[in-house]
């Protein structure tokens, strides 16, 4: 069974068409155009998985629009989730890594004691608390 092919224009179901003329809208197209995706994602075999992944993100993000027409041709349920699971597998690195230098960088009592706990203490032991 062929996959589902949709014009561009009016979303009307092309499948089984053989002319390249859509019959609700009138719109010419090309059958073989509208059977490939233009997610760079799907094309990652041939302009590298990082380049890809990259353009993808700007395509979802910044070009939205291209992305929203992109989503009427046939796509790979497996390529989709992939570009997920890359997605998870990257936020949660970033997330562990901006986690663990901040640790680093900061002071590690300034992580578990605030402001509110430190006390300037002077000779003879009467204490004040710091404000600022």
């Not at 053989?18 to 059977?35: A, I, M, S, T, V």
Request: proline share 5%; aromatic share 10%.
């Amino acid at each position: 069974m062929d996959d589902a092919i949709f014009c561009p224009h009016c979303g009307h179901d092309m499948q089984g068409l053989d002319r390249e003329q859509c019959p609700e809208c009138g719109e010419q197209f090309d059958l073989d155009k509208l059977r490939v995706s233009k997610i760079p994602w799907m094309h990652r075999s041939q302009i590298g998985r990082i380049r890809a992944y990259w353009r993808t993100v700007w395509m979802v993000a910044c070009r939205n629009d291209r992305f929203v027409r992109e989503l009427n041709k046939p796509v790979s349920f497996r390529d989709s989730q992939r570009f997920r699971w890359t997605t998870i597998a990257l936020m949660c690195f970033t997330l562990v890594l901006v986690t663990g230098v901040s640790y680093i960088l900061l002071d590690s009592t300034s992580l578990t004691a605030g402001p509110w706990s430190r006390r300037d203490c002077v000779p003879g032991g009467r204490c004040r608390w710091r404000t600022c």
